[in-house]
């Protein structure tokens, strides 16, 4: 298991999410099983957001951040489009952060792939602000 992982039977906080397998089986490393909360819950959500289509979360169709629309476009000309989609998904759907910035770049190993970075910071009316973080997610 990895440092920090916790299993479901350590659980004592009241906002956790499992972790997704990003390995797409039960592996080395897979996280099934495995348990993120805090920071690395906001940032699995945002994640979430950015990835998930338009409609193909039966109970909230409108669930999503719909990145696809833009994947046969000049990157140079739909750029502001992504950003807008992005900041308005992430405000709809995660209020517990404040989008700071918003890249997106083609992936030169799979051309048609879009890789979108959005720099946030929690927003709990905190002062200090918590660091910024990056999450990152390809679409395509």
Excluded: H, Y
Aim: charged share 15%; aromatic share 4%.
């Amino acid at each position: 298991m990895p440092a920090g992982a916790m299993r479901l039977a350590e659980i004592n906080s009241a906002d956790w999410s499992l972790e997704l397998d990003s390995t797409a089986g039960a592996g080395p490393g897979s996280g099934l099983g495995n348990v993120v909360q805090g920071l690395d819950d906001v940032a699995q959500c945002v994640a979430i957001i950015l990835t998930t289509p338009p409609g193909s979360d039966p109970l909230r169709p409108t669930f999503a951040c719909d990145l696809w629309q833009f994947l046969d476009a000049p990157l140079s000309r739909v750029l502001p489009k992504i950003v807008a989609a992005v900041t308005s998904a992430l405000q709809t759907w995660e209020p517990r952060i404040k989008v700071l910035g918003v890249t997106a770049a083609p992936v030169a190993a799979n051309p048609g792939q879009v890789e979108v970075s959005v720099t946030w910071q929690l927003d709990l009316g905190e002062t200090p602000a918590p660091a910024p973080r990056v999450t990152t997610a390809s679409v395509g």
